[in-house]
């Protein structure tokens, strides 16, 4: 199958992979059918109410991706509460999760 895209959606879907949010574009598009396969499914048990709750329940729409849900609440975090992390936390995460003693700074 080959699928034309407008040149704005196909470099935003580009850069989503370059950013490592898919594993390629395949991966993106795979991703992007789905979501449109739930979608029309929830629109069409949302216009045929009687026939969906007859033969099965509708269904909820796409949750929001994890990095979304991430983004918005870390968005609610005031600075000064990131300004109380350690600068070495990703170095020294050992010492900061288990107690260990810190390791040699690296240069």
């Known amino acids: 199958m080959t699928i034309h895209l407008p040149p704005d959606i ?32 929830h629109e069409q048990a949302q216009a045929v ?25 870390s968005a609610a975090i005031p600075d000064e509460e990131w300004d109380k992390l350690p600068v070495d936390g990703a170095e020294q995460h050992d010492h900061y999760i288990y107690g260990t003693p810190k390791r040699p700074s690296s240069p």
């Not at 395949?26 to 979501?35: F, N, Q, R, V």
């Not at 007859?54 to 990095?67: G, V």
């Open 10 to 41: 196909e470099r935003s879907i580009q850069a989503a992979v370059h950013s490592g949010q898919f594993a390629s574009v395949d991966d993106a598009m795979t991703k992007a059918a789905s979501l449109l396969l739930e979608r029309l499914k």
């Open 49 to 73: 109410p009687e026939k969906a709750a007859a033969n099965e329940e509708p269904t909820a729409l796409p949750r929001k991706p994890i990095w979304e849900r991430i983004l918005e609440r």
